[in-house]
């Protein structure tokens, strides 16, 4: 439901802007962008390198998600109480410790010697990225006041993590071509020192002056309730989702929440009014951003094992067959903000998220020998949609708070993606790789290919491309023809999955996504006067 906003809220052109004489906001934007780039890519520029982790460093399935899902474990179960911490005592220190964080543990993880100290660094990593993604959209908020700049901004800021995403395979893959996989850390370190230049320069610092006191018990409970979900989701194929031990985990995380809720609730000063959720505007956009993130993150686990074992590409050559994506996501990330004062948040999201389900669906029809053109047609859809979603339902949830609660929308917002994202490298991961081990066993069944053999091809693709290998030449044309068709079976299943949820999506914004905020409308009524957004 659309209300009009009150002089507190970030719609309002009558928040006092923070910025100072001779700081151009476009350019703390460029440094708030290059910031969250810089960890959004971190979340997949890994996935390329996946092979070479089970070539190196011995890596399992399980360990593969681990690698991919320590990060974002961390990284999720902080989020909120950064995001309040940046609210109480200053967002620019907050995330240039996250930054220096970020730069000490991207090196460590350089020098892993095992798949599970590479785990513990990723983890991490996490610290230092939850510290820094609420910061850089909650300055962001703080910095563009006027509702149609700070829409661009979002949308640029949007496009940014977008593109990071997409960005990171190709990423990967330009550096395992030239440089050993610690490059995919190492590569942090330059960047992030610029970056941590730049914000002590430019930045402004905010912080939510009508909040004094800290609130410890509300930060534990939401660091100990997200873990523990993002933990029994992660866990819950290898211990199997109706085990007693999924249960027990899920349980744990209920109650933690209800605990949460109930304190929160219960404080004068709490470290996230949950009321906010009964604003559908709020709620809708979060789940938005969740579902797409679901669909995303789930796809990509896939996909860049499709190009490297299926296909047979380097890893740069997957990391650039990537960059499409990309692309696509870049165009429709700026125009959603436009598109969105025209046609309504609505329309626009529940658009993108279509979209999206399309390429998914679509990409059920890939084979070992499908066309690359056909792969691209694909990633219009999915990229455009995402482009499409990100923005609008980032500024659904950042216009329904005032200003200086920004840092906790901004950690909601960034809790939503990153539980969605987990979720479905959990849930899409592990279906693909039930379907992927029990096809192969059919396929292998009744062949000269040892029992012991077998099992190690049926623990990853990955695993399964080495005992092709590593087989007969005439037996190993029969071991990787029979992988390959057990990994599009599991690819499959796992495209459907995310088709669903994405049109799952669709449909929940059209039911409870507001069309447009009241402010939204005045924006829109300008936009038409003028016939420019900025």
Same mark, same amino acid.
């Given at each position: 439901?659309?209300?009009?906003?009150?002089?507190?809220? *970030?719609? $309002?052109?009558?928040?006092?802007?923070?910025?100072?004489?001779?700081?151009?906001?476009?350019?703390?934007?460029?440094?708030?962008?290059?910031?969250?780039?810089?960890?959004?890519?971190?979340?997949?520029?890994?996935?390329?390198?996946?092979?070479?982790?089970?070539?190196?460093?011995?890596?399992?399935?399980?360990?593969?998600?681990?690698?991919?899902?320590?990060?974002?474990?961390?990284?999720?179960?902080?989020?909120?109480?950064?995001?309040?911490?940046?609210?109480?005592?200053?967002?620019?220190?907050?995330?240039?410790?996250?930054?220096?964080?970020?730069?000490?543990?991207?090196?460590?993880?350089?020098?892993?010697?095992?798949?599970?100290?590479?785990?513990?660094?990723?983890?991490?990593?996490?610290?230092?990225?939850?510290?820094?993604? *609420?910061?850089?959209?909650?300055?962001?908020?703080?910095?563009?006041?006027?509702?149609?700049?700070?829409?661009?901004?979002?949308?640029?800021?949007?496009?940014?993590?977008?593109?990071?995403?997409?960005?990171?395979?190709?990423?990967?893959?330009?550096?395992?071509?030239?440089?050993?996989?610690?490059?995919?850390?190492?590569?942090?370190?330059?960047?992030?020192?610029?970056?941590?230049?730049?914000?002590?320069?430019?930045? *402004?610092?905010?912080?939510?002056?009508?909040?004094?006191?800290?609130?410890?018990?509300?930060?534990?409970?939401?660091?100990?309730?997200?873990?523990?979900?993002?933990?029994?989701?992660?866990?819950?194929?290898?211990?199997?989702?109706?085990?007693?031990?999924?249960?027990?985990?899920?349980?744990?995380?209920?109650?933690?929440?209800?605990?949460?809720?109930?304190?929160?609730?219960?404080?004068?000063?709490?470290?996230?009014?949950?009321?906010?959720?009964?604003?559908?505007?709020?709620?809708?956009?979060?789940?938005?951003?969740?579902?797409?993130?679901?669909?995303?993150?789930?796809?990509?686990?896939?996909?860049?094992?499709?190009?490297?074992?299926?296909?047979?590409?380097?890893?740069?050559?997957?990391?650039?067959?990537?960059?499409?994506?990309?692309?696509?996501?870049?165009?429709?990330?700026?125009?959603?903000?436009?598109?969105?004062?025209?046609?309504?948040?609505?329309?626009?999201?529940?658009?993108?998220?279509?979209?999206?389900?399309?390429?998914?669906?679509?990409?059920?029809?890939?084979?070992?020998?499908?066309?690359?053109?056909?792969?691209?047609?694909?990633?219009?859809?999915?990229?455009?949609?995402?482009?499409?979603?990100?923005?609008?339902?980032?500024?659904?949830?950042?216009?329904?708070? *005032?200003?200086?609660?920004?840092?906790?929308?901004?950690?909601?917002?960034?809790?939503?993606?990153?539980?969605?994202?987990?979720?479905?490298?959990?849930?899409?991961? $592990?279906?693909?790789?039930?379907?992927?081990?029990?096809?192969?066993?059919?396929?292998?069944?009744?062949?000269?290919?040892?029992?012991?053999?077998?099992?190690?091809?049926?623990?990853?693709?990955?695993?399964?491309?080495?005992?092709?290998?590593?087989?007969?030449?005439?037996?190993?044309?029969?071991?990787?023809?029979?992988?390959?068709?057990?990994?599009?079976?599991?690819?499959?299943?796992?495209?459907?999955?995310?088709?669903?949820?994405?049109?799952?999506?669709?449909?929940?914004?059209?039911?409870?996504?507001?069309?447009?905020?009241?402010?939204?409308?005045?924006?829109?009524?300008?936009?038409?006067?003028?016939?420019?957004?900025?």
């Amino acid at each position: 439901m659309s209300s009009s906003p009150s002089p507190s809220s *970030p719609l $309002s052109p009558l928040s006092p802007a923070p910025v100072a004489a001779g700081r151009s906001p476009w350019l703390i934007l460029a440094v708030l962008c290059t910031s969250v780039f810089i960890i959004v890519v971190d979340g997949t520029i890994v996935n390329v390198a996946l092979p070479t982790f089970v070539r190196e460093l011995g890596a399992t399935t399980s360990q593969l998600q681990w690698i991919v899902d320590a990060y974002v474990l961390v990284f999720a179960g902080l989020l909120m109480a950064a995001g309040s911490i940046g609210d109480r005592y200053g967002r620019k220190g907050v995330l240039q410790i996250g930054l220096a964080v970020f730069a000490l543990t991207s090196v460590f993880a350089s020098m892993a010697d095992s798949a599970g100290s590479l785990i513990a660094w990723r983890a991490a990593m996490g610290v230092g990225g939850a510290l820094i993604f *609420p910061a850089t959209l909650a300055l962001l908020v703080n910095v563009f006041t006027v509702p149609r700049q700070r829409a661009v901004a979002i949308s640029v800021w949007a496009a940014t993590s977008g593109l990071a995403v997409a960005l990171g395979p190709v990423s990967g893959g330009l550096l395992l071509k030239y440089f050993s996989w610690g490059s995919v850390f190492l590569v942090n370190v330059p960047i992030i020192a610029i970056a941590m230049v730049l914000v002590g320069r430019m930045v *402004p610092t905010s912080r939510d002056t009508t909040v004094r006191r800290f609130d410890p018990l509300g930060t534990l409970l939401s660091i100990m309730s997200i873990s523990v979900l993002v933990w029994a989701v992660i866990e819950g194929p290898s211990h199997g989702w109706l085990s007693a031990t999924s249960a027990v985990a899920f349980g744990l995380a209920a109650t933690l929440l209800a605990a949460f809720v109930w304190w929160e609730r219960r404080r004068e000063h709490p470290m996230l009014d949950v009321r906010v959720f009964s604003n559908l505007r709020f709620t809708a956009g979060s789940l938005s951003v969740a579902f797409a993130f679901f669909a995303l993150f789930g796809f990509i686990f896939n996909v860049t094992q499709y190009f490297q074992v299926v296909r047979g590409y380097g890893t740069l050559e997957a990391g650039v067959r990537t960059v499409p994506f990309a692309l696509f996501t870049g165009f429709a990330a700026p125009l959603s903000a436009k598109l969105a004062y025209r046609f309504g948040t609505k329309s626009v999201v529940a658009a993108g998220l279509a979209s999206m389900s399309i390429g998914f669906a679509w990409t059920t029809t890939l084979q070992a020998g499908s066309s690359y053109w056909l792969i691209v047609g694909q990633m219009m859809f999915m990229g455009g949609g995402l482009g499409l979603v990100n923005a609008p339902a980032t500024e659904a949830i950042m216009g329904s708070l *005032p200003p200086e609660k920004a840092g906790v929308g901004s950690a909601v917002n960034d809790t939503a993606r990153e539980l969605g994202g987990t979720l479905g490298v959990a849930i899409v991961g $592990s279906l693909f790789a039930s379907v992927y081990a029990s096809r192969l066993g059919e396929l292998l069944a009744g062949s000269a290919l040892p029992p012991s053999a077998l099992a190690i091809a049926q623990e990853s693709v990955g695993a399964g491309a080495e005992v092709a290998r590593r087989t007969g030449l005439e037996a190993g044309r029969l071991v990787q023809g029979a992988v390959n068709t057990a990994f599009l079976d599991g690819f499959h299943f796992g495209s459907w999955v995310s088709a669903g949820i994405t049109l799952a999506g669709a449909a929940m914004a059209i039911r409870w996504l507001p069309s447009r905020a009241a402010a939204s409308s005045s924006v829109a009524a300008e936009e038409d006067r003028t016939g420019a957004l900025v």
